[in-house]
């Protein structure tokens, strides 16, 4: 499944010739060197939305408006394929409780399902939109976005409604946690997810997903959730590994999931059930959220095993009040370059490409022509800055779509 899904936003009419740009990162290495396919002294033409040409500026078109990059580098807008930006309430206590020591459990999440079960849209709407606008001016420009704290058939629909008013990548994990209401009957829970909830949610979603963790659901309660959204024609994502060692990564390899996401624990065969899955067919990325780990004081996922052995890895911000409140995927590329050893270039490409391989995605996430022309010019010569200049604002203009949305 290679898409391009429905609803682009309005693609700007006139030619955009972005000049003098010092490093453009294209993320194709057929148009520049290295990995990420630079072009030093480069410009970039966007028309009708999408990237019309890419090259060395000497050699440039010309075009409607010029923008000057004076020397700055562009990379292509951040892929975050994994929020929860859909929620109420307030867990700064949590964290603060966390940070002296008490553990992070799965339980937490029931907070914010008792706080988003007593909002209503207007408000469960401004607090995601007001998260997309912060998250796009730090230069995110695809945002997956999950439901997850309703928990319930109308609380689970709204929540997906107003994802989906926000973003084309919407993802039902209606299969979280148990509910309280569910407590003592888990597969009621369960048979509620696959079917009445899910022909509610099925309509407003691209995706389904489920939290595979102790506390959460089991292996064989997870292939249930995913094989229902499947029949739906839903695509598969997993959250897994994350609290502990466990079946998530097998069940989202053997389910055929786009993603696993999270990956903290993972034993030497889940490592090799990756890279094999990477090596045929579309197969099943290792989604990092560094960002979680780090709010949770856990270990951070062996990224580099999984590079060396042929996984594709992705970076995503997992933005949540319970373990990760950033919208800041400069924040996970620092983490990544200094917590997991992933090289400044490898940490760039999985949270742009990375995260498009994970959304099964071939417009974004890199800067080839017919790409959307989503960029971000930093505050910067070149990438490495990132994570060179870690907690410092980079981002200096964003465009989607070739209309410019910050900066
Ligand atoms: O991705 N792991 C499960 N879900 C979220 C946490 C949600 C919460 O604690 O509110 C996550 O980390
Ligand atoms: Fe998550």
């Known amino acids: 499944m290679t898409t391009t899904p429905p609803g682009p936003a309005a693609p700007a009419a006139a030619s955009v010739l972005v000049d003098r740009i010092g490093t453009l990162v ?40 010029r923008v000057d990059a004076a020397g700055r580098c562009v990379v292509p807008g951040f892929v975050d394929s994994h929020s929860h930006i859909v929620f109420a309430g307030d867990r700064s206590r949590e964290f603060e409780a966390r940070m002296s020591g008490r553990p992070y459990e799965a339980g937490g999440i029931r907070t914010t399902v008792a706080a988003v079960r007593a909002a209503d849209d207007t408000a469960l709407a401004a607090t995601a939109a007001g998260l997309l ?15 997850g ?32 209401e569910y407590a003592e009957d888990p597969a009621g829970y369960v048979d509620l997810v696959t079917g009445p909830m899910l022909a509610a949610c099925a309509p407003h979603a691209r ?66 059930a990756l890279a094999d899955a990477a090596a045929g067919g579309p197969g099943t990325v290792a989604t990092l959220l560094p960002g979680v780990d780090f709010s949770t004081r856990q270990p951070y996922p062996d990224a ?6 042929g996984a594709v890895v992705a970076l995503a911000g997992d933005c949540n009040p319970g373990t990760c409140f950033s919208t800041s995927m400069a924040f996970c590329v620092a983490l990544a370059v200094r917590e997991m050893r992933m090289t400044p270039a490898e940490a760039l490409w999985a949270a742009t490409a990375g995260g498009a391989r994970a959304l099964r995605r071939t417009d974004v996430g890199h800067l080839g022509v017919g ?37």
């Open 26 to 65: 294209t993320n194709d290495p057929a148009l520049g060197t290295g990995p990420l396919g630079e072009i030093t002294d480069a410009a970039l033409v966007a028309e009708g939305g999408r990237v019309a040409w890419a090259g060395p500026r000497a050699q440039a078109p010309a075009a409607d408006t």
């Open 133 to 147: 606008r912060e998250a796009r001016a730090q230069g995110t420009t695809t945002l997956e976005v999950k439901s």
């Open 149 to 180: 704290y309703g928990l319930s058939v109308a609380d689970e629909e709204r929540c997906l409604r107003v994802a989906a008013s926000l973003t084309e990548e919407t993802t039902f994990l209606g299969a979280h946690v148990v509910p309280p």
């Open 207 to 272: 995706w389904i997903d489920v939290f595979c963790e102790r506390g959460a659901f089991d292996a064989d309660q997870a292939r249930a959730v995913l094989r229902a959204g499947r029949e739906r024609g839903l695509g598969l994502r997993v959250h897994g590994n994350q609290l502990g060692p466990g079946p998530g990564v097998r069940v989202a390899v053997e389910e055929g999931a786009a993603s696993v996401d999270h990956c903290t624990h993972l034993t030497r065969e889940d490592v090799a």
């Open 304 to 309: 580099r095993a999984l590079l060396d052995a």
């Open 371 to 407: 790409a959307r022309a989503d960029l971000v010019l930093l505050a910067a010569p070149n990438p490495v800055y990132l994570a060179y200049r870690p907690g410092v604002p980079l981002v200096a203009a964003v465009w989607k779509d070739g209309e410019r949305v910050a900066g």
